[in-house]
């Protein structure tokens, strides 16, 4: 079932229960985060390897700070910055926190949420919420209710409907290392260049499988079932498309006026009409699963420029594109 009724998902969250939420950046599949039983029933319902930790979400920084053993300098600075927001802070948590959210690790991810239903939610609720995104393990993450609806309807007790999530990809995960350098280790929602204004350079630690410090951050994260294949240029996607019978075109901005889409391409999704990064980066995931419905050959799909916002598209393309 799903609604706008907060208050319904809040009295299934105190029972223990799970309720799909919007976010900012995607939607997340929440239980309460102090309460073990529900958290390992998120594990269940993704199929999500225990290895992976969850995200706990706070109504503000001072909740997250009650939670968190440590709350360095430069971390209070970023919070203050872009909470609510697309940001998660990894910061040592307090015994309060079940060991089952953070997958055995002492340190935990830390954010607030910019989405009103979810803020709302979380006033009403005397404790956070631990949330992954609200897709079956290693799928695309959901932009919509309607997206949680097709994979995870039956595993779920609640979606809380708040529409299309208009920064469309997950937040941009920030920890830091024993020596005090700052790193990034997810690409996400807060482009790097705008978390150096506020606490200078910082170290990139984006894992990948073999990665130890950020578990869970697996290649093959984000993979929809069709073949995908990232490609450097438009031309090289026009040029590959000839090679198939039918296959589906993510491209981030209009086909220019003198290219001409090959017969087999028989959906072409334009991400950004206006050619611009936070508008393909909000419609990317839809545009995935929308194709991957199609029952092409392969979906092709264009890189955008690697800096701001285009470095955590090429990331998730990136992964999508993992076989
Ligand atoms: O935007 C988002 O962050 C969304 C929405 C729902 O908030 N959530 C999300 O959660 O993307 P999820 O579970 O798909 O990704 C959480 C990732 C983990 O895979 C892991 O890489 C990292 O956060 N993480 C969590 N706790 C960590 C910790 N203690 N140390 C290092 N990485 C951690
Ligand atoms: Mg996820």
Not at 181 to 187: A, D, G, K, P, S
Not at 232 to 246: G, H, I, K, P, V
């Amino acid at each position: 079932m799903k609604g706008k009724d907060t208050s319904y998902a809040a009295r299934i969250l105190r029972e223990g229960g799970l309720v799909a939420i919007p976010t900012e950046t995607v939607y997340g599949l929440a239980a309460n985060a102090l309460d073990s039983q529900a958290v390992l029933n998120i594990f269940k319902a993704k199929n999500r390897p225990s290895f992976d930790p969850l995200i706990v979400h706070c109504r503000n920084a001072a909740q997250a700070e009650s939670y968190a053993a440590v709350f360095p300098e430069p971390m209070k600075k970023l919070a203050e910055k872009f909470w609510p927001g697309p940001l998660t802070l990894i910061l040592p948590k307090t015994s309060a926190i079940p060991d089952v959210v953070s997958s055995g690790l002492p340190s935990a991810g830390f954010r607030v949420p910019n989405h009103p239903l979810t803020l709302a939610l979380l006033q009403e609720l005397e404790f956070p919420l631990a949330a992954p995104s609200a897709n079956p393990f290693g799928y695309v993450s959901p932009t919509s209710a309607e997206h949680v609806e097709d994979q995870l309807k039956d595993k779920i007790d609640y979606i809380l409907d708040g529409g299309s999530s208009p920064v469309g990809l997950e937040s941009t995960i920030v920890g830091q290392l024993e020596d005090g350098q700052i790193c990034i280790l997810r690409y996400g929602g807060i482009p790097v260049e705008q978390i150096e204004e506020v606490v200078g350079p910082v170290v990139l630690r984006v894992a990948s499988s073999a990665s130890p410090l950020s578990p869970g951050q697996l290649d093959q994260h984000y993979a929809p079932h069709s073949t995908f294949i990232v490609c450097q240029t438009l031309q090289q996607a026009l040029d590959m498309a000839e090679s198939y019978q039918r296959c589906g075109l993510i491209t981030p901005s209009p086909l220019p006026a003198d290219k001409v889409l090959p017969a087999s391409v028989q959906s072409h999704k334009v991400l950004s009409p206006s050619g611009h990064l936070d508008e393909a980066a909000q419609h990317l995931f839809a545009a995935i699963r929308s194709l991957d419905k199609g029952d092409f050959e392969a979906i092709l799909a264009v890189k955008v420029a690697d800096e701001g916002l285009g470095r955590a598209i090429n990331d998730r393309l990136r992964r999508a594109s993992h076989l």
